[in-house]
């Protein structure tokens, strides 16, 4: 739940020369809980070390391998065992045991920097804030030579408001190389967020090797065409590009990926869609359908297949296998099975599935549902995970264990916290991120429709004023979205979650009371140099 900052913050003492806060020279997002600046500045040169608590080893090396390529400095890193304060011009990393796992403070003075936390999360997220107070420089990948390494003095205390700061990516409408993916979570590390919703299997492809079920890859990998332009109901030969789009990751490239994000303090979400959203894996294994007179082929087009999973034991079967494969890729606690936008049609008409119904002594195709994803449910808890899956899963009854992302405005959030249930917040009013960002949708680059521009995401608030402070700590905090049906490359998934990314990553870390629309903007431009720092195709404000 909520990270609170504890009192042990405050025995660190303050300087009494402490000077008033400005914005360009701390511009730090997400706005820390407490920042009092300080007299002078300290300098990052060649003969700078870094002293770190054997817990922090690993965070002191790769802050030391990010800084390396922009100064050429190749810092040195030793195991800290005394417990003094900072070596003149050094950078120290305290253990203390009384903050929250992903809390911190910051010290900068002249003599050096001390950043005290009680895990590796708070003593990454120190270091984090230690490089923005750093020229936007040190975001690059090569040497910039006759630069001075400065950082203002000052002493932060931090702590994040939710445990839950997330952002999805949906790489089943268009693919995106492993590159790219490790480079959206490097960009969430560099925002304290620290949940990648990996969006892996749709209609329009299956991303995702498994072994026992290849054809899900070698065939539900590939679409043979693509939908140009807007949706259209009734599509003709001329509204497709004519070329084929595959693409899938192997178990080795997830493994990868997971290591890479765990590195940066992220825990990766796999999202495995059923029953609906299935189309590519029934094309790849019809037996799959709930309709087996039709081949349905990968979709080309946008908007929701009607082809449903069928409900039968075998069928539950597969999709615990192929979730058995996952768990042994995914080591983090929760397993996203979608549960959205699943139509009934089939479930409708299809004779067998209706005596199914019946004799399962269930009332209609939503309960129907809702005994599918209970089957999901109490496999993943046997086996010491928990399933969440979108708002729909409330439909038909909630599964036990289950926690529900609420992305059809707060209702689903708020039901499902009533019920005692955790809620991750996602609505489409504030944090879908593939809707517009301007009004003229002449100046923008074509998207699915909606407007959410930048001072909205900030406006954003996770916690409704329904809820009761007990029913509000089931709120675990929220995540931008990102569908890709109109992103057709990385640059564009770019455009579109940034810079309203930066903005939710407030909304998310800082405290309620630190947020605010006009010091947010004041302290924009210095961040949106590091973006160019570090490459990344932002919309210009």
Avoid at 162 to 183: I, T, Y
Avoid at 323 to 347: N, S
Avoid at 432 to 438: V, W
Wanted: hydrophobic share 45%; proline share 7%.
């Amino acid at each position: 739940m909520r990270l609170l900052i504890l009192a042990a913050f405050l025995t660190l003492p303050v300087a009494a020369n402490a000077q008033p806060a400005d914005s360009s020279t701390y511009a730090i997002i997400p706005r820390p809980v407490v920042l009092t600046p300080q007299r002078g500045a300290f300098t990052l040169t060649a003969r700078t070390a870094v002293h770190a608590d054997p817990a922090f080893m690993s965070v002191a090396r790769r802050f030391a391998r990010d800084v390396a390529n922009p100064t050429g400095f190749d810092l040195a890193v030793t195991r800290r065992t005394a417990t003094g304060s900072a070596a003149p011009g050094g950078i120290v990393l305290v253990r203390m045991p009384a903050l929250a796992p992903e809390a911190y403070t910051l010290d900068v003075s002249p003599r050096g920097v001390v950043v005290a936390a009680s895990a590796p999360a708070g003593a990454f997220y120190g270091l984090e804030t230690l490089k923005q107070l750093l020229p936007a420089a040190i975001y690059r990948e090569a040497p910039l030579g006759n630069t001075v390494w400065r950082a203002a003095a000052v002493h932060v205390e931090d702590a994040p408001r939710f445990a839950w700061r997330g952002a999805h990516l949906d790489v089943a409408r268009h693919f995106e190389p492993k590159e790219f993916v490790k480079k959206y979570i490097d960009l969430l590390a560099r925002h304290k967020m620290n949940r990648f919703h990996w969006h892996l299997t749709e209609d329009q492809g299956w991303r995702i090797e498994i072994l026992k079920y290849p054809r899900l890859t070698t065939v539900g990998s590939c679409r043979e065409q693509t939908l140009v332009g807007p949706y259209i109901t009734n599509p003709k030969p001329g509204n497709f590009d004519g070329k084929r789009h595959c693409g899938f990751y192997t178990q080795d490239d997830v493994r990868e990926v997971v290591a890479y994000a765990a590195d940066r303090m992220i825990t990766v979400i796999p999202e495995i869609e059923m029953p609906g959203h299935a189309q590519a894996a029934i094309h790849a294994y019809p037996q799959l359908s709930s309709r087996p007179d039709s081949s349905p082929g990968v979709l080309q087009v946008w908007g929701v297949s009607d082809f449903i999973l069928n409900p039968t034991d075998s069928t539950v079967a597969f999709m615990q296998d192929v979730l058995t494969e996952v768990l042994a890729l995914f080591p983090g606690p929760y397993i996203h099975i979608g549960g959205d936008e699943a139509g009934k049609a089939q479930w409708k008409a299809n004779p067998q599935i209706q005596a199914r119904i019946k004799a399962l002594g269930l009332k209609d195709e939503h309960e129907m549902q809702s005994w599918f994803i209970r089957q999901m449910d109490t496999f993943l808890t046997a086996r010491g995970r928990r399933l969440i899956g979108w708002d729909e899963i409330l439909e038909g009854g909630l599964a036990e264990n289950a926690t529900v992302m609420s992305w059809r405005g707060m209702d689903g959030g708020i039901a499902a916290a009533k019920a005692n249930h955790d809620v991750v917040m996602a609505p489409g009013s504030h944090t879908y991120f593939d809707h517009y960002q301007s009004r003229d949708k002449t100046k923008e680059p074509l998207a699915i429709g909606g407007f959410t521009p930048l001072d909205t995401v900030y406006a954003f608030e996770p916690v409704p004023p329904q809820l009761t402070a007990a029913e509000a700590k089931h709120v675990l905090g929220a995540q931008a979205q990102l569908w890709t049906e109109y992103m057709p490359n990385a640059k564009h998934v770019e455009y579109m979650a940034y810079p309203r990314m930066v903005a939710l990553s407030e909304v998310l870390w800082s405290a309620k009371g630190r947020r605010d629309y006009a010091d947010f903007s004041t302290r924009l431009p210095a961040h949106l140099a590091r973006l160019d720092a570090l490459d990344v195709n932002y919309r210009k404000q």
